[in-house]
């Protein structure tokens, strides 16, 4: 099923469940056009998000509609033109996911129905896909991520693995993927939907794998080993964007000293890029080359927009 399709689905079922009297599950099931079995799904990923489903006897109602879980200090209107603007930042370090994800929490319950609902709807579809993937590892039997959405190629597209292990911690998932031969890492945010194929693990001399570094990479070509020495204001942006990796530091008098192995350069190195003025940059001279190289094509990159703006402004 599609995101819209879903979206729909997940708003018409609200919608049926806010309105007095309770309803039984086959009057949802009609009103629906879905199978009993799928209303019973969803009410439990309604509650599973945070919603107070309850059942009276053989009926469901939500009592307490989102819109009543957070006190409204601005118009919905307002609270949905700053969902959609926050929803569109990529998904990148430099932004950070979970502030991100933190604020349209905060902003979805006062904007209107639609922006709240997505958020709704997220958040179940990922309960529901992280029960599927630890099904399949438990069961050793392969999986389709279907609409799955990549960072680096900005491609999406279905995805045959087996699957590994899931880092709830990271958001992540460690798996094989058939096609191209190798143990891989996917974020659970990207995935649109899982898929269990029945197929059973046929590759097990091939999962051997590391475990990931603190930011969710597995070990690749480059090993680089950073140390950074973080002020209070850099610490709290830190601990808030990173909050695995945060683990690792150690008071160090009025800072926090962090030591660790990265296997990818470009979540710290953008961290480092935005907070300069409020750490000291130490580590290996490789560390320290990988760090230049980022922010010698970053000024590259920001250059041409710079002139492309003027252009286009001219």
């Known amino acids: ?56 006897g053989t009926t469901y109602r939500i009592d307490q509609p989102a819109g009543g879980l957070l006190v409204q200090t601005i118009t919905s209107q307002e609270a949905s033109l700053l969902y959609e603007l926050v929803r569109q930042l990529p998904d990148t370090d430099l932004f ?6 933190a604020l349209l929490e905060k902003l979805a319950p006062i904007a209107s129905g639609a922006a709240a609902l997505g958020l709704l709807a997220d ?13 399949a590892i438990d069961n050793c039997l392969r999986v389709e991520l279907l609409n799955y959405q990549s960072a680096s190629s900005g491609i999406t597209r279905d995805r045959t693995l087996e699957p590994l292990e899931l880092l709830s911690d990271l958001g992540l998932l460690i798996g094989y993927e058939t096609d191209a031969r190798q143990v891989k890492g996917f974020k659970l945010a990207r995935i649109g939907d899982v898929r269990i194929t029945g197929t059973h693990f046929t590759r097990h001399e091939q999962h051997t794998y590391q475990p990931p570094d603190a930011f969710g990479f597995l070990r690749g070509e480059h090993v680089w080993q950073a140390e950074l020495l973080l002020q209070q204001r ?4 830190f601990e808030q964007q990173f909050p695995v990796a945060a683990r690792l530091a150690e008071p160090h008098e009025n800072s926090w000293q962090l030591v660790l192995q990265v296997y990818d350069i470009r979540p710290l190195a953008s961290f480092v890029f935005t907070y300069l003025d409020d750490l000291k940059v130490e580590g290996d001279a490789d560390f320290l080359k990988a760090l230049d190289r980022f922010w010698q094509d970053k000024s590259l990159q920001l250059q041409s927009w710079s002139q492309a703006f003027q252009r286009k402004n001219q």
């Open 234 to 237: 850099a610490w709290l942006q």
């Open 123 to 135: 958040r179940a579809r990922y309960v529901y896909n992280t029960r599927r993937l630890q099904a």
């Open 96 to 101: 950070g996911s979970a502030h991100r994800d």
């Open 1 to 56: 099923m599609g995101n819209a399709s879903r979206l729909k689905l997940f708003s018409d079922l609200y919608q049926l469940l806010i309105q007095p009297p309770p309803k039984k599950v086959k009057y949802l099931s009609k009103r629906l056009g879905i199978g009993e079995r799928r209303v019973y799904r969803l009410l439990e990923e309604l509650g599973d998000i945070g919603l107070q489903v309850t059942k009276y």
